[in-house]
């Protein structure tokens, strides 16, 4: 399978800095991006140790091989970062969300921490694949708020992040790689102002540059009080 990709990160109009990262591999089938976490001390140190970790993956494996060392690269990203923390930041909290997508042949995967984001857009619908790491999220997946109500909250409170915490839990998901698939990966400062609708008629562009161009201009159009990062990528045949 070919990739077509394109990119953009903005520091929206509010933050004074960028905290944000990403890395595009079309070439080597690994996407990334990730989300300094606003309020902590360095957050864009966070993210871009994530991303400068990704760039060094040998991806001239199994996909199974690759999604192991990508997990393992997060992990020790984790433990440095915790480290740096206590040795240098007195103790403060220096971490980020991410959001990864390893594809080979007709397979792809997603790992991820946080409530950065990878949506697929196929045919006219647009799918989220992977699911926000916090508070609402959680009482979603215990049952005690319906999905009505996960969806009409908002919360930049996340409950896992690169850095957090000494143990670092990723979530993974599997799913199905077809031709013209469009994937976008992103952070929250992209989605909190897009609508559904939105992403599907920035993703149905015929070429993936329109796409982020629309994307983008769509979030600097609005409120834009974070970061704004993504990568849209589409898979040829």
């Not at 595009?24 to 140190?45: K, N, T, Y």
């Not at 647009?126 to 959680?138: K, W, Y």
């Not at 031709?179 to 976008?184: A, I, R, V």
Request: charged share 25%.
């Amino acid at each position: 399978m070919r990739w077509s990709s394109a990119d953009a990160t903005h520091r929206g109009k509010v933050r004074s800095n960028n905290e944000d990262a990403l890395i595009s591999r079309p070439d080597a089938g690994l996407w990334a991006v990730a989300d300094g976490m606003g309020g902590h001390h360095a957050g864009e140190v966070a993210s871009q140790a994530i991303t400068d970790s990704l760039a060094a993956v040998d991806t001239d494996r199994e996909l199974w091989q690759q999604v192991d060392i990508v997990e393992d690269v997060l992990v020790a990203v984790n433990d440095a970062l915790r480290e740096h923390a206590r040795t240098l930041r007195r103790g403060t909290t220096i971490g980020s969300t991410v959001v990864t997508m390893l594809a080979q042949d007709s397979v792809g995967v997603a790992l991820w921490a946080g409530d950065s984001r990878l949506y697929r857009a196929r045919g006219d619908c647009v799918e989220q694949i992977t699911r926000d790491h916090n508070p609402i999220s959680d009482l979603l997946d215990d049952g005690v708020v319906s999905e009505a109500e996960a969806l009409a909250a908002d919360t930049n409170v996340v409950t896992r992040a690169v850095g957090g915490h000494s143990d670092l839990t990723l979530d993974l998901a599997v799913f199905d790689v077809e031709p013209s698939d469009t994937y976008l990966l992103c952070s929250d400062g992209l989605y909190r102002d897009a609508s559904t609708q939105d992403l599907l008629r920035a993703l149905s562009a015929e070429r993936v540059r329109d796409s982020v161009d629309q994307l983008l201009n769509h979030a600097l159009a609005g409120p834009a009080k974070d970061n704004v990062t993504l990568i849209v990528t589409r898979a040829l045949a």
